[in-house]
């Protein structure tokens, strides 16, 4: 499995954009990059995932590196329920995930 | 309703106890998993099965063992519980894209 390197934590402000960063650079080159997060006293929730090309989905957009040895998860404006755990997880697919121990967002009202 | 369920949601129990943790999904996903998190750390996976006649051992199996009685079922049993197995215990169902998890049992061994 790729090493995968997050803060532990960052803040932000209430209805400002959130850059989390991913640092795996042995990632390999058919591992997609999965971010799920874990909201308090829930279980995980996928956000988002992609290969190569920068993705967008309701939640959040994916940044890759063009080297593919980091990525960044954009929320566009962070709320007071984006507050969580987030994890970046390289993996060939969903089939096999391994959660490290993810970046805790506070969001500041 | 949601698509994944975990029965029961709190458990305590003694140190030696048979306990099972159940999990069924309306997802219609063959896969499912069972994962483990203590305090403060990510999930460890301790069993999976990608279909009823598959189980697989995750990094963390010892001391636990796992039941797929059907596609949409996937139990948890440990044995003769001890004291650093209490934690959140999630199971999860999922395809090669996403996997959907349950809201997690809360199990305190004593």
């Known amino acids: 499995d790729a090493k995968t390197t997050q803060p532990n934590s960052m803040e932000s402000n209430e209805e400002e954009p959130v850059h989390l960063p991913c640092n795996h650079s042995t990632i390999s080159g058919t591992d997609y990059i999965h971010w799920y997060r874990q909201l308090p006293s829930q279980g995980p929730e996928y956000v988002i995932?992609?290969?190569?090309?920068?993705?967008?989905?309701?939640?959040?957009?994916?940044?890759?590196?063009?080297?593919?040895?980091?990525?960044?998860?954009?929320?566009?404006?962070?709320t007071l329920r984006d507050a969580a755990v987030y994890y970046c997880i390289p993996s060939g697919s969903a089939r096999q995930l391994t959660f490290g121990s993810g970046t805790q967002?506070?969001?500041l009202p | 309703?949601?698509?994944?369920?975990?029965?029961?949601?709190?458990?305590?129990?003694?140190?030696?106890?048979?306990?099972?943790?159940?999990?069924?999904?309306?997802?219609?996903?063959?896969?499912?998993?069972?994962?483990?998190?203590?305090?403060?750390?990510?999930?460890?996976?301790?069993?999976?099965?990608f279909d009823v006649k598959d189980i697989n051992k995750g990094e963390i199996s010892d001391g636990y063992s796992v039941s797929r009685q059907a596609q949409a079922k996937f139990s948890l049993s440990l044995e003769s519980a001890i004291p650093n197995q209490t934690a959140l215990y999630f199971c999860a169902t999922g395809t090669d894209n996403e996997q959907f998890f349950g809201p997690g049992t809360r199990l305190t061994v004593l």
Not at chain 1, 70 to 78: D, E, F, K, Q, V
Not at chain 2, 18 to 45: A, V
């Open chain 1, 49 to 78: 995932h992609g290969l190569t090309s920068n993705v967008n989905n309701r939640m959040a957009s994916l940044a890759i590196a063009e080297d593919r040895k980091s990525s960044t998860l954009i929320l566009h404006r962070a």
């Open chain 1, 105 to 107: 967002l506070t969001v």
């Open chain 2, 1 to 49: 309703d949601a698509d994944v369920t975990q029965t029961p949601r709190n458990r305590i129990t003694k140190t030696g106890k048979r306990i099972m943790l159940e999990c069924s999904q309306t997802k219609g996903h063959d896969r499912m998993y069972w994962y483990r998190q203590d305090p403060g750390l990510g999930l460890q996976l301790i069993y999976y099965s």
